[in-house]
C-alpha cells in the first residue's frame, strides 16, 4: 500500500509563492500519474494538475501560467510549484496517484494552503 506525504503548504500573501511536495513510499516509477487536487471549504474536491509517467502534464484551466507540476523520479517527489496565488487558491491541496492497476487510487492527508488578500 503505497503512502503519499504532502509538505510545503502554509500562508502566503496574494500574489506569492509556494511548492508543494508530495513524497511517495513506493516508487513513483510504478504509477500511471499523479497529481494535486484541492478543497476549498464548502466545495467538492477537484483536480488541479496532473503528470503521467512520461511526462505530460494537465491544468485545471483556473491555474494555467501560473502552477507548474513536476516529478522528480529519483527522489520520488511530486511538486506543484504556485505562483501569483489567489485568495481563491485556499484550500486543502491533496496528492494522488494512479497505478499500476486501474483500480489502485492512493491519496494523501493533504496541505494547507491559505492566501491572505
Known amino acids: 500500500q503505497a503512502q503519499l506525504v504532502e509538505s510545503g503548504g502554509g500562508l502566503v500573501q496574494s500574489g506569492g509563492s509556494l511548492r508543494l511536495s508530495c513524497a511517495a513510499s513506493?516508487?513513483?516509477?510504478?504509477?500511471?500519474?499523479m497529481g494535486w487536487y484541492r478543497q476549498a471549504p464548502g466545495k467538492e474536491r477537484a483536480l488541479v494538475a496532473s503528470i503521467t509517467s512520461r511526462g505530460y502534464s494537465n491544468y485545471e484551466d483556473s491555474v494555467k501560467g501560473r502552477f507548474t507540476i513536476s516529478m522528480d523520479k529519483a527522489k520520488g517527489t511530486v511538486y506543484l510549484q504556485m505562483n501569483s496565488l489567489k485568495p481563491d487558491d485556499t484550500a486543502v491541496y491533496y496528492c494522488?496517484?494512479?497505478?499500476?492497476?486501474?483500480?489502485?487510487?492512493?491519496w494523501g492527508r493533504g496541505t494547507l494552503v491559505t492566501v491572505s488578500s
Open positions: 494522488n496517484a494512479h497505478g499500476p492497476a486501474v483500480e489502485a487510487v492512493y
Open positions: 513506493d516508487n513513483i516509477w510504478r504509477f500511471n500519474d
